[in-house]
Antibody, heavy 121, light 107 residues
């Protein structure tokens, strides 16, 4: 059973960089599939941030592309999100997820439990 | 970007009722449509993909239909555990986009 777990600081200061790793168990990320990040501001809907393939190919939401980097660490079997120059509008629950298939144009099959990140001084 | 619009934004129904949620895409997305259910305080879960393919373990009272731009999620007999938010999602092209959600409550 594939399991994903986000971790990281719950509080980030404005203008700083948010960094979140997602540890994967039950599946090697180098075996395939796209791995993605989604966020949900408190009381609001879901927003796709971006996704990465084990070969390094990435897709980002154009609305965040200038501030987002998603990377893989095969030695730790994890992938990570970096979001720079954060503001209060970036306060959200951040989820990592695995796509259904080897294309970014597939549904999101497995989700992590999510981690709340608050941007505040 | 493809815009996904759900209706209604919220609804309240009784146990046993038939419930329908609609989702409209701003352009033809063929059958690249998924539905997710997010129970209160929980993680979104994939209900179905490719419009009508039920994810393993999803009760058969859930069904999906549509193609192109107009889609529906139907619950044939509402159960208490069906409360929460439902989201449609287009994965026709990047960026992947979600509908704004439909909040389902029990009367």
């Amino acid at each position: 059973q594939v399991q994903l777990q986000e971790s990281g600081p719950g509080l980030v200061k404005p203008s700083e960089t948010l960094s979140l790793p997602c540890a994967v168990s039950g599946y090697s990320i180098t075996n395939g599939y796209y791995w993605g990040w989604i966020r949900q501001p408190p009381g609001k809907g879901l927003e796709w941030i971006g996704s990465i393939y084990h070969g390094g190919s990435t897709y980002y939401n154009p609305s965040l592309k200038s501030r987002v980097t998603i990377s893989l660490d095969s030695s730790k079997n994890q992938f990570s999100l970096k979001l720079s120059s954060v503001t209060a509008a970036d306060t959200a629950v951040y989820y990592c997820a695995r796509h259904w298939g080897n294309l970014v144009t597939t549904a999101l099959r497995y989700w992590g439990q999510g981690t709340l990140v608050t941007v505040s001084s | 970007d493809i815009q996904m619009t759900q209706s209604p934004s919220s609804l309240s129904a009784s146990v046993g009722d038939r419930v329908t949620i609609t989702c409209r895409a701003s352009q033809d997305i063929s059958s690249y449509l998924a539905w997710y259910h997010q129970k209160p305080g929980k993680v979104p879960e994939l209900l179905m993909y490719a419009v009508s393919a039920l994810q393993s373990g999803v009760p058969s009272r859930f069904s999906g239909s549509g193609s192109g731009t107009d889609f529906t999620l139907t619950i044939s007999s509402l159960q208490p555990e069906d409360v929460g938010n439902y989201y449609c999602q287009s994965y026709y092209s990047a960026p992947i986009t979600f509908g704004q959600g439909t909040r389902l409550e029990i009367k």
